[in-house]
């Protein structure tokens, strides 16, 4: 018997192109899992009327480990209209099956490396005052908390009476107390203490892992007070069972300004649902963007690994594929970093490292080509062929 079951999902587009390619990986660097395909994602939805079905979830609890590609969504109108004709009008709801399995599993902590490759050209560059330029080595990982603030969902447009009644009895609501409910949306960011602790001691437990001198909360205390003053108060307190660890604060919007000064100074940032959102993006972009970003969801029982891109639908047909596996790959690499398989980990991502530095086997996206049919035609290399790549550096 495998020593580990992986739930796999590639889901919708370019999912499907991208999670085959971690697999082969994964075989060479000598994993040994059994794979169970699970489906997610638009097709389930249209024939389905469910994104995530039962049996994926029922997958999930059991195995407790899932490798994720990307699914499609849609606003709620188109998603309605694509479902198959029996089962329109039955007041089925579009949700994210990745909010879903999210919440469902409270994948709580969210942790996204943002780590540069030497000699990938698509790393960030800054123009030093004597005019040459400078390519910090960034190595950042940004840990998102994953089920609560801002994205938990709570939100209404033209709000029930007594809700409308709750929020009158703040004294600030005074000045929207006169907006029409239909003129009227609210979203609820909520914070929870046992959350907060649980995403920032991860954020800690892998400085001390790393060897790194501090983490930094990135939230916005000064305004947000009450969300944001719990999150950085929680910090504080968790710090302290870190001595060796710094903690040090910044703003979301001074930080992300400071992205562009001194990004190589930030190696583990931790932050609330949305703005953990906007800077793992963020600092992404500056080691390769899409292609590169991974991430992991993880519970304490249940994991789920993907890349941050979507399903691209724009290249799903081409054939040969041609988009980045490696953001694919590298969260494969994250699964067996949870798993305990830290050394093949280390193997796969020293056999990336090594493929971006040679230069030689490129896909589109790091020769900054727009994309599309003709890409292999001007030189690009296709997804299976950056993977084959990777392969060769394993053996
Ligand atoms: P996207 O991430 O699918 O693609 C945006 C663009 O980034 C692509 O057109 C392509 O130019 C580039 N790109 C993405 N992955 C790449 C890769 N591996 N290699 C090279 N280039 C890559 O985002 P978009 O177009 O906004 O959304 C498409 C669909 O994906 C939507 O239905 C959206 O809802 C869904 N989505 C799903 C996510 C998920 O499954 N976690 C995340 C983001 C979007
Ligand atoms: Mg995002």
Redesign the pocket.
Known sequence: MAKHTVITMP?????NQ?LPESLRVLKAAGFDAEYIHAVI??ESWINEGNALPQRTIDLLSKHKLGL???????PNKAAQAELKPELQGKGLVYY?P?VTMRQKFNLDICMRPCIGFTGNPLNYIRKRVDDDFDEPQIDTTVFRQNTEGMYAGIEWTNPPENVRAALASHPKFKAFASVPGADLAVSVRIITRAASRRIVTAAFEYAKERGFKGVTICEKPNVVRETSGMMEETAKEVAKSYPGIALWSTNIDAQLMWLNKNPEDYNVIVASNLFGDILSDAFAGLVG???FAASGNIGDEVAVF??????????AELDPP???????ILSAAMMLDHVGEGAKADRIRKAIADVVKEGKVR???MMRLS?GPKAISQGAAS?VQMTDAILERLR
């Open positions: 889901g919708d587009g370019i999912g991208v994602g638009w994720f590609g990307a699914i499609t969504s849609k994210s990745i963007g899409l292609g993907e890349p941050t891109h979507g399903s691209a639908p724009k290249y041609i988009v980045n596996p490696i953001a694919m896909t589109y996206d994309g997804t």
